[in-house]
């Protein structure tokens, strides 16, 4: 086989395998309501423990229980922190987890943050602030990673985890939100997931 030849076959392996995810990871479409109500449960750990993963230590800072809509999903594999995050989730409770608030909203994820946009609020801002997250979430073994890595935008998921602080061997370091108040860099949850369940 010649090297063109090759080269062709690898473009056609590499096509069906991106369409094949993206019909596996296409979007669920919920009915209109809210449909995710209930706000986060976070518990706060007083601990000195750590855990060791990868090249990663993490502190624990709280435990933290959500059951929320997938706005959005992001896959990492190239930043500092994809070894140990390898994909952040947009989620949306209350208000944000209802069609007939988010059709008003164009949402995207990139570089490790959540953006949104709307030419008219239809709920106040502070609404928008606080129903509504990005989450940096960490695979707490290869069952649930493979879990998260099938979720799809449109479903409700439960996650049950650990809020932690990390720091790399290398001297990379993040700090978990605590406050479903914030906004801007550091206002990401990092969350160490134990559980998913698809609602």
Same mark, same amino acid.
């Given at each position: 086989?010649?090297?063109?030849?090759?080269?062709?076959?690898?473009?056609?392996? $590499?096509?069906?395998?991106?369409?094949?995810?993206?019909?596996?990871?296409?979007?669920?479409?919920?009915?209109?309501?809210?449909?995710?109500?209930?706000?986060?449960?976070?518990?706060?750990?007083?601990?000195?423990?750590?855990?060791?993963?990868?090249?990663?230590?993490?502190?624990?800072?709280?435990?933290?229980?959500?059951?929320?809509?997938?706005?959005?999903?992001?896959?990492?594999?190239?930043?500092?922190?994809?070894?140990?995050?390898?994909?952040?989730?947009?989620?949306?409770?209350?208000?944000?987890?209802?069609?007939?608030?988010?059709?008003?909203?164009?949402?995207?994820?990139?570089?490790?943050?959540?953006?949104?946009?709307?030419?008219?609020?239809?709920?106040?801002?502070?609404? !928008?602030?606080?129903?509504?997250?990005?989450?940096? $979430?960490?695979?707490?073994?290869?069952? !649930?990673?493979?879990?998260?890595?099938?979720?799809?935008?449109?479903?409700? $998921?439960?996650? $049950?985890?650990?809020? !932690?602080?990390?720091?790399?061997?290398?001297?990379?370091?993040?700090?978990?939100?605590?406050?479903?108040?914030?906004?801007?860099?550091?206002?990401?949850?990092?969350?160490?997931?134990?559980?998913?369940?698809?609602?």
């Amino acid at each position: 086989m010649n090297l063109r030849a090759l080269a062709f076959s690898l473009l056609i392996v $590499v096509g069906l395998w991106q369409g094949w995810r993206d019909w596996r990871l296409r979007p669920v479409h919920p009915p209109d309501g809210i449909i995710a109500p209930d706000e986060p449960q976070q518990v706060d750990i007083d601990t000195d423990a750590r855990a060791i993963h990868g090249r990663w230590t993490l502190t624990p800072r709280a435990r933290y229980d959500i059951t929320a809509r997938i706005l959005s999903r992001e896959d990492y594999s190239f930043d500092r922190l994809s070894d140990l995050v390898p994909e952040d989730l947009a989620l949306g409770w209350g208000p944000m987890s209802d069609n007939r608030i988010l059709v008003s909203f164009k949402i995207s994820q990139g570089a490790r943050f959540y953006n949104w946009q709307a030419n008219e609020l239809p709920i106040p801002l502070q609404q !928008v602030v606080t129903h509504s997250a990005n989450t940096h $979430v960490i695979p707490a073994s290869s069952r !649930v990673r493979s879990q998260l890595a099938s979720l799809r935008v449109g479903q409700v $998921v439960h996650l $049950v985890g650990i809020l !932690v602080d990390g720091v790399s061997s290398d001297g990379n370091f993040f700090h978990t939100s605590l406050s479903r108040e914030d906004t801007g860099p550091g206002a990401c949850e990092v969350m160490l997931v134990e559980g998913v369940a698809v609602e």
